[in-house]
């Protein structure tokens, strides 16, 4: 069964500080699709980054920074000098492959910057 | 474009009443689905569908119906509404293999029952 595991339920940081969040997940797929979503506290969910299994490159959009290793199954998310417009919830999330293109979440990271 | 439209945006309903919750999209997209969000939880399916007419199970289904009349439109039904589906519910569109898991959400529903 896939499974995505967030041990993080809450973390607090002042502002431009560096942070990681973390994500593990369980999947016998030999493809498959990774995702991290942002819910600031207006409540939409915003769509941060897909990675395909196949692609282990590590992304850097901006601030933002990924790193997706298949050996120890996790896909981190790390924010290089943290704002107060970061605080959110970000959820990691595995793509289902049984054809539906289901997502599976984790519980979640509630981030809170500090000024 | 709108994207994907969720109505009502906020309800507050008693126990045992019903209603439909109504997830529009305009973007031709052919799968659809239906989380619902709690606190500490996480995003939870509840059903799916994969083409107008269908609809399948999702990891927490009990209690609701759905229907995919439409290719556009996908609904949520609860026919006895309980205070554990207290929640914010969310809407989502896809279109599988031109943009894998692509997906598209509502802004949400947040539904109180009482």
């Known amino acids: 069964a896939q499974k995505v595991t967030q041990a993080q339920t809450e973390i607090s940081v002042v502002e431009k500080e560096d942070v990681t969040l973390d994500c593990v997940y369980e999947?016998?797929?030999?493809?498959?699709?990774l995702f991290w979503y942002k819910q600031p506290p207006s409540g939409e969910l915003v769509f941060l980054i897909r990675?395909?299994?196949?692609?282990?490159q590590n992304e850097i959009s901006g601030r933002y920074s990924w790193n997706f290793q298949k050996s120890t199954s996790s896909f981190n998310f790390t924010i290089t000098a943290s704002q107060v417009v970061d605080s959110a919830v970000y959820f990691c999330?595995?793509?289902?492959?049984?054809?539906?293109?289901?997502?599976?979440f984790g519980k979640g990271t509630k981030l809170t910057v500090n000024p | 474009n709108a994207g994907v439209t969720q109505t009502p945006k906020f309800r507050v309903l008693k126990t045992g009443q019903s209603m439909t919750l109504l997830c529009a999209q305009d973007?031709?997209?052919?799968?659809m689905y239906w989380y619902r969000q709690d606190p500490g939880m996480g995003l939870r399916l509840i059903h799916y569908?994969?083409?107008?007419?269908?609809?399948a199970k999702g990891e927490v289904p009990d209690g609701y119906n759905v229907s995919r009349l439409k290719k556009q439109n996908f609904l949520l039904g609860l026919e006895s509404a309980a205070p554990s589906q207290t929640s914010v519910y969310f809407c989502?569109?896809?279109?599988?293999?031109?943009?894998?898991?692509?997906?598209?959400f509502g802004s949400g529903t947040r539904l109180t029952v009482v």
């Open positions: 999947t016998r797929d030999t493809t498959y699709y």
């Open positions: 973007m031709n997209h052919e799968y």
């Open positions: 999330a595995l793509g289902d492959q049984g054809g539906s293109e289901k997502l599976v």
């Open positions: 989502a569109s896809c279109m599988p293999v031109r943009d894998p898991y692509g997906y598209t």
């Open positions: 990675r395909n299994s196949f692609d282990e």
């Open positions: 569908s994969v083409g107008e007419g269908t609809t």
